[in-house]
Structures are given as C-alpha cells and as structure tokens.
C-alpha cells in the first residue's frame, strides 16, 4: 500500500518563522501595535491577508485598503530579501532522514504549504526535486484550517486522503490534516499542537521503530 506524505513548509523542513516574526513585527510597529512571540506562534500556517487582518485587528486605527496592499507588498519583499540568504543548513533536525527513508520505501511526497514564496525556498534550498507534487498558497482559494490544500495533494498524488500522512508545526494545519481524514503528525511543543494524532519536537526526536511502522508497505 503506497502513502502520501505531506509536508507544510514553514516550521517542518525549515525555520522561516523567525523571519516571519521580523517582518511582521516592522509591519505591526508601523500600526502602532505590539507583536510577540507568542502572537507569531498563533500565525503559523495562516495567510499573509489572514495574518495581516490579524495583526491590524490589535489597533484602535481604521487603515484604508490601499495602506493594507502597500504593507503585505512590504512585508513580502522583506521577507524574500531575508530567506534569499538562506543555506541548506538552515533545513530541520532530522527532516532529510525522513525524507530519504519516505523515498526508499516507495512512498509520495507532497509539499502543502500556505505560503506563496515556497517554490522559491526549495529552489533556494535544491529541494524541489525532492517532492513529487507541490501545493503553496497559489494552488488554493482557502487557506488552512480548510483541508483544500491537502486534498488537493493527495489527488495529484492519486493517494486517497486515507493513505495520507501531514507533517505540520501549525494548530490550523492540524486541524486542516484531520479534516481531510488524513493522519496527523505535529512537529513542534504539544501545548500548541495537541490535536495531532502524534507529536514531536523534531523529526529528530521520531524513533527507528515508528518511522519504520510509519512507513511500513503493506498488501492492503
């Protein structure tokens, strides 16, 4: 029986959250606003607009939609200017280990992120070959905790969600895996992601045995 193994982006294969909260924080002080660690933390796997809205929605002011477009085009071109710097050393504990043993036992992989800058990380990375389908944040209309963006992938996969497998840091793409009826694995603190069916702090932290039983073909 072959699997799909779904991987989000941002917080799974590689720490681009620390530059989201750089930029978010300079589009927040521009609204006069606080933005915290924690608050950044409530914005994983959620859109630029969503987060954007989020943020905007701490300040007294009213801001017009012109001033809205002309800080999510900001925040985008900070961002692009920080991960261009990115190296392959940047990449997760443990994610190539999961990912070499996903391929040589004959399973998919997808790559299901929200972001719309994710084919130009794994470029910047040499990690687009690595997936066989890849779906960002310009494949979808709905955005996570809706389970477009996995269904879509294991579609192109031709993998029923059933056979499917979601790595996420993110509580809305928890919820997005679930919904999709798809086995849900939280890579982070379970304080923030107790709704997966399995939790760990990094893929580093996954042992021999159940990576082994994750990836397990069977003749079903």
């Given amino acids: 029986m072959q699997k799909g193994f779904i991987f989000d982006l941002d917080g799974v294969i590689v720490d681009t959250a ?27 796997g959620v859109g630029r607009v969503q987060s954007l809205e989020w943020i905007l ?26 991960i261009s710097h990115m190296t392959r050393k940047e990449l997760l504990p443990g994610v190539l280990t999961v990912m070499e043993k996903i391929r040589d036992t004959g399973h998919r992989m997808a790559l299901g992120s929200a972001s719309k800058n994710a084919k130009l990380i794994l470029n910047i990375l040499r990690l687009t070959s690595s997936f066989d389908v890849i779906v960002d944040g310009k494949s979808v209309e709905s955005t996570k905790p809706s389970p477009e963006g996995f269904l879509l992938a294991a579609e192109l996969m031709r993998i029923p969600p059933e056979n499917c497998v979601v790595f996420e840091d993110a509580i809305a793409g928890v919820q997005a895996a679930n919904s999709a009826g798809m086995l849900s694995i939280g890579i982070g603190q379970q304080k923030y992601l107790h709704e997966a069916k399995y939790c760990f702090e990094s893929f580093a932290d996954m042992d021999s045995t159940f990576l082994n039983d994750l990836t397990l073909v069977t003749d079903q």
């Avoid at 002080?29 to 950044?40: I, Y």
């Fill in 18 to 44: 620390k530059y989201h909260f750089q930029c978010w924080q300079a589009i927040a002080a521009k609204a006069g606003v606080q933005f915290t660690l924690e608050e950044n933390e409530e914005l994983k």
């Fill in 57 to 82: 929605k701490k300040s007294k002011k009213s801001f017009s939609q012109k001033q809205r477009n002309i800080w999510l085009e900001e925040k985008n071109q900070h961002y692009v200017s920080l």
